[in-house]
DNA sequence: GGGCTTGTCTACCGAGTGGTAGACGTGCAT
DNA sequence: ATGCACGTCTACCACTCGGTAGACAAGCCC
């Protein structure tokens, strides 16, 4: 009926289709449901993405743009090791905050297997890299407790992006979880967390 | 045609389809491959388990208690804070290196909703509080750093179970990840990180 | 030997899935 | 005015899924 345009269809497409799949699972979120979120009958969003595979790649390369778009806006003007550190958790805790099906597609694409994290990844490759010098750096000026770096990357990862996943566990582990004040607080102890983790003994 | 009898299939089944559950999703794996995996229709294990959701409740239910046999198992004997808790890290990632499917499963438990995880941790319940108490003796000892109890027994769970679970971002970000020997490697790892994250300022 | 329980099967169904074929209308370029 | 690419739709297909109905066979109890 009206033509709203290609791209911006296409944004809210790939917007909605997150959100699916983060809350779904890839299996579980189906076309239809996508498609009619956004007001669309699914044969249109087929015309926008030919297969469901293509959908969830063009989904991998956004979230990974994204997230790379918001941790570089974080790093901006940040100096010390543990600025940039916490600049960096408060950024990902910030877009959980906004949008809190984010975390949960990251992790559905890492179980996807490897050609669906490194869709994600790719794009966000430069800032990998960065981080492990940043690593490397703070360890070679004894502000970092020394290890291997690209594992210590990975143990960050898994900590925030775990205690960002796994509400439901919290819930049952804690007793209570619900709302933004508890996210807050799951920051702060995370923050603590990887501090502690980082200061060389 | 030969009838294997009852018990035994049905703890086939479950450990069959903690595996499928665990590989694919709840959604993604269907009662037909389960039970041909197992050598028997899909009808017959529905005979076993009148619905999906029946199934999984076992394998919550078992999963959650041979972990916690595991647990206690690994915990008999240790005396030192410290001893302790290398222990619990050292039986989960064994228990990960003889079925890699089990900790992916877990992971699934807690996507499915509250209703899931409580089924299995339910099952932990004891340990829960023994852990919690345990962390708790052990600041007021001054032996480890001072915090939430629960939530940092949130965060450990988090940094064991992300680390068995999110083997192809660590794949992406360290290059290599196949194999026995990184799965220690990152045992290593994980104990280290858990240790320093541990230890009072 | 006859019923009864237990286990396994074949056959089938309704719903939902991802995907195809193609009609139709609107607006832009010529 | 006409042609054509773009966007959206209806109709449909092949397939898979979870689940039902019911036949059937083997062992057990009496």
Chains 1, 2 share one sequence.
Request: net charge negative.
């Amino acid at each position: 009926m009206a033509r709203t345009g290609g791209e911006k269809r296409r944004h809210a497409l790939i917007e909605e289709a997150i959100r699916a799949f983060g809350r779904e699972g890839y299996n579980g979120a189906s076309l239809d449901q996508i498609a009619s979120a956004v007001g669309i009958r699914k044969q249109t969003l087929l015309y926008y993405f030919p297969t469901k595979d293509a959908l969830l790649e063009a989904c991998l390369q956004a979230a990974g743009q994204r997230v790379g778009e918001e941790i570089t806006e974080a790093l901006e003007g940040r100096e010390t090791y543990w600025e940039k550190a916490e600049a960096v958790i408060h950024a990902v805790f910030g877009l959980a905050e906004e949008w809190p099906e984010f975390p949960m597609f990251v992790r559905e694409a890492g179980r996807l297997g490897a050609e669906g994290i490194e869709r994600f990844t790719g794009a966000i490759e430069p800032l990998r890299v960065r981080a492990i010098e940043f690593l490397q750096a703070g360890m070679d000026a004894g502000e970092i407790r020394k290890q291997d770096p690209a594992l210590l990357l990975f143990m960050l990862y898994t900590a925030v992006v775990g205690s960002l996943t796994e509400a439901s566990v919290l819930n049952a582990v804690v007793g209570e979880d619900k709302g933004r004040a508890s996210l807050h607080r799951r920051e702060r102890e995370v923050v603590a967390f990887v501090r502690s983790a980082l200061v060389p003994t």
